[in-house]
């Protein structure tokens, strides 16, 4: 059963680089699979950031211009992503999510304040 | 971008009865491989939004048959047969057809 795991700062300044980690369980990144993250800003909606192919193929939002970044690291089992220029805009719950078409399985979503 | 618009936003819904929630898409969904990447999910609060029904109408293994899924090209819909308490929450459209994907507003059910 494939199990996904984000982590993050929390707490982080406005202009910094916001840097998630999702790891993965019960599947290897490598064998396949699209991997995904969207956020959800505080009572709002669902956006969609970007996602990563296992091939290391990227896709983002044109939203975020050329602020987000999305790597594998294989050897860890995880995918990352990093979000540069930050503003109190990216405050939001950060989810990591296996992409097939459909976002089947979530992790469970990290929490990011974008605070002075 | 794919636009998605959902209908209604708030549902006030009695146990026992049905509820069918809208959405149309600015374009259609339908992929140059035959498939039709919309999906529903299903988010409780405080908590990741979970999958439900994908490609339209496949309802994802242990998703209760109360749930359907219908539609093509541009206009889809959910309906839930016998709303039960635990169907609380908001749900939301999304396709996957187009980068980048895209979600709709959300629906939120709530029990009358």
């Known amino acids: 059963q494939v199990q996904l795991q984000e982590s993050g700062p929390g707490l982080i300044k406005p202009s910094e680089t916001l840097s998630l980690t999702c790891d993965v369980s019960g599947y290897s990144i490598s064998d396949g699979y699209y991997w995904g993250w969207i956020r959800q800003a505080p009572g709002k909606g669902l956006e969609w950031i970007g996602d990563i192919y296992h091939t290391g193929t990227t896709h983002y939002n044109p939203s975020l211009e050329t602020r987000a970044t999305i790597s594998l690291d294989t050897s860890k089992n995880q995918f990352s992503l990093t979000l540069n220029s930050l503003t109190a805009a990216d405050t939001a719950v950060y989810y990591c999510?296996?992409?097939?078409?459909?976002?089947?399985?979530w992790g469970q979503g990290t929490r990011v304040t974008v605070s002075s | 971008d794919i636009v998605m618009t959902q209908t209604p936003l708030s549902s006030p819904v009695t146990l026992g009865q049905p509820a069918s929630i809208s959405c149309r898409s600015s374009q259609s969904l339908l992929y140059d491989d035959g498939n039709t990447y919309l999906s529903w999910l299903h988010q409780r609060p405080g908590q990741p939004p979970r999958l439900l029904i994908y490609q339209i109408s496949k309802r994802v293994s242990g998703v209760p048959d109360r749930f359907s899924g219908s539609g093509a090209g541009t206009h889809f819909s959910l309906k839930i047969s016998r709303v039960e308490a635990e169907d609380v929450g908001i749900y939301y459209c999304?396709?996957?057809?187009?980068?980048?994907?895209?979600f709709g507003q959300g629906t939120k059910l709530e029990i009358k």
């Open positions: 999304m396709q996957a057809t187009q980068y980048p994907y895209t």
């Open positions: 999510a296996k992409d097939l078409w459909a976002f089947d399985v």
